[in-house]
């Protein structure tokens, strides 16, 4: 019942992930999210994630932004980054991310799906038939509370880690 709250991989943020094993893998393409996945809720994109998404294109892997903020939003956050884009996407809607895979001409088993939220981007994946990862959400240095939802997500994450739905992609994390 729970499986499909359970995303393929986990990882500590986007930074940890090893690209180029993805692309090895046989994915063309990554959907991500973009708020406390690649940056704290409503900041722009850091020197540091544009660098990552220049190297991830390197590699000749596609990105799309899906996001369920408003194009304004998203478009401030991509000034830098040369990636398509969907907002208002609805997620966890599977046809937001059929549609986004649509848009980079890949299909579904394709393409890979990287967010912070259990409930929205994991849940719309796993609907859709897409294998995903789920990032630790950025936190602010100091700040202590989350929301309801985030506890929700630690008790599903705590499942997950004991299940044998952990780790499905093998090991996708860079090399120390």
Not at 7 to 33: E, N, T
Not at 42 to 53: H, R, S
Request: glycine share 6%.
């Amino acid at each position: 019942m729970l499986e499909k709250y359970y995303p393929y991989a986990y990882a500590g943020s986007v930074f940890d992930i090893d690209y180029v094993k993805l692309y090895a893998c046989g994915y063309r393409a990554i959907l991500f999210d973009i708020d406390n996945t690649l940056v704290h809720h409503g900041a722009d994109a850091t020197p540091e994630v544009e660098a990552l998404f220049r190297e991830i294109h390197g590699i000749g892997l596609k990105t799309l932004l899906l996001s369920n903020n408003d194009e304004e939003r998203v478009r401030r956050f991509i000034r830098n980054i040369d990636t398509p884009y969907l907002c208002d996407a609805d997620k966890p809607d599977p046809a937001a991310y059929q549609k986004a895979a649509e848009m980079l001409g890949v299909s579904k088993k394709e393409a890979i799906v990287i967010g912070d939220q259990i409930f929205t981007d994991i849940l719309g994946a796993n609907r859709c038939g897409m294998p995903s990862i789920l990032v630790h959400y950025i936190v602010i240095p100091g700040v202590t509370k989350i929301g309801k939802k985030r506890y929700l997500e630690k008790a599903v994450l705590s499942m997950y880690q004991r299940s044998k739905y952990r780790n499905r992609l093998g090991n996708i994390l860079r090399d120390c």
